[in-house]
């Protein structure tokens, strides 16, 4: 199997993201209000006025939809991440987030300064920034682009030894599994399988099957290097709890367990899981 960046090894999903999030917000804010006086010079230098609360509510109401929409985008960069083999399925997803996230801000921030010139007695049509599509795009590609590599950049450093990554961590072989307020620690030593189930997965153990909110491919990515080989698409497998593997015809293969059970594997993760 390809060697994969995995920033996520140590942690779970979004905890300890916070930090990411408060310097955001600080840099969004300070942007807005920057852009704002630099709107006011470039007028006054054209012989101009302007009031501040135009070009402030312009700013601001760009980067609230952003701020907005961060959690999502850092989902989405978790579940496509950047350089994962093959390179070009994170490169798609993130081709088709980013037109998403460009329609979005575009007229969300319009809706907001329809809804604000509104509270002040003015006008402004909700779908104008539409119209000036092509020249937003190009800003929205290069915030997107600049996000996910800081984005990534933040979850790397996160997952350097000496740093603390988060609660998650402090279980380097189990794996936090939370309900509600109840948390489960399942040791790895116990899970023989994973198996991908909706948008979550199942531990399967000796005794008990544990349903674990995760998907299959950021499972893989915590797990690296942790005793876990990918012998599905939609299963992991701890290579301590195989007993033999068997090989079919059609190239497929079957996964017999120190326990009994078989599993059914795929010829596509045949050659990763003979080379663990």
């Not at 399967?204 to 491919?217: K, Y």
């Amino acid at each position: 199997m390809g060697k994969r960046w995995n920033p996520e090894a140590d942690t779970s999903g979004r905890e300890g993201d916070e930090p990411f999030l408060a310097a955001s917000a600080v840099a969004l804010a300070a942007f807005a209000l920057v852009n704002t006086f630099s709107v006011l010079h470039d007028v006054g230098q054209q012989g101009g006025r302007l009031s501040f609360w135009e070009p402030f509510v312009w700013e601001t109401t760009s980067v609230v939809i952003i701020f907005a929409m961060l959690p999502v985008w850092m989902w989405f960069t978790r579940r496509y991440w950047p350089l994962n083999p093959p390179w070009w399925r994170p490169a798609a997803a993130h081709a088709a987030g980013l037109i998403a996230f460009s329609v979005l801000h575009i007229v969300g921030m319009g809706v907001l300064r329809w809804a604000v010139y509104g509270l002040a007695g003015a006008t402004y049509a909700p779908l104008a920034p539409l119209g000036d599509f092509l020249y937003e795009f190009r800003k929205d590609a290069l915030g997107y682009v600049g996000f996910v590599g800081l984005y990534a950049a933040w979850r790397a450093l996160r997952s350097q030894p000496g740093l603390d990554p988060g609660p998650a961590a402090a279980q380097a072989d189990a794996i936090e599994v939370r309900d509600g307020a109840r948390r489960q620690f399942v040791p790895l030593a116990d899970i023989a399988w994973i198996e991908a189930a909706g948008n979550y997965v199942e531990l399967r153990c000796a005794q008990a099957t544990v349903l674990h909110r995760a998907s299959l491919s950021e499972m893989a990515r915590r797990l690296e290097g942790a005793g876990y080989v990918r012998v599905h698409r939609s299963r992991l497998v701890r290579k301590a709890a195989i007993a033999a593997v068997e090989s079919k015809p059609s190239g497929d293969y079957v996964v017999r367990l120190a326990d009994g059970r078989e599993l059914p594997g795929s010829r596509r993760y045949r050659k990763p899981l003979l080379e663990s």
